[in-house]
């Protein structure tokens, strides 16, 4: 009997499933950020979220969950009724966008929008 009490008492940590003596694994194991928005701070962004809201506003910090924080921020509103980007903004000031709504970041130097391509042309 004394076999069987010892084998699993050096495999349950009796948390269920962490590992004892795990402490180097874990800095190890550290996720590190997709992106690295270091070369976009200070600098303007634009934000797509889920939902369909945009903004744009300068960078001002971030975290590893893509929390933002963005200054002079500007929401542009879309039209209630065909769900399109109208051409009305909305002020919003210093804003923190929760990392879990945000779908896109890009730059806003050098973005342009641009006809899309895969829908048929008339003419």
Known sequence: ???KKSAPSGNSTGGGGGG???GDNKEKRRKESILDLSKYLEKTIRV???GGREAAGVLKGYDP???LVLDNTIEFLRDPD???L???TRHLGLV???GTSVVLICPQDG???IQNPFIAQEG
């Open 20 to 22: 004892g003596g795990g």
């Open 96 to 98: 923190v966008c929760r």
């Open 1 to 3: 009997m004394s076999e």
């Open 111 to 113: 973005m342009e929008s």
């Open 48 to 50: 797509k979220f889920s």
């Open 82 to 84: 065909d769900y399109k």
């Open 86 to 88: 109208a051409d009305d």
């Open 65 to 67: 969950l893509l929390n």
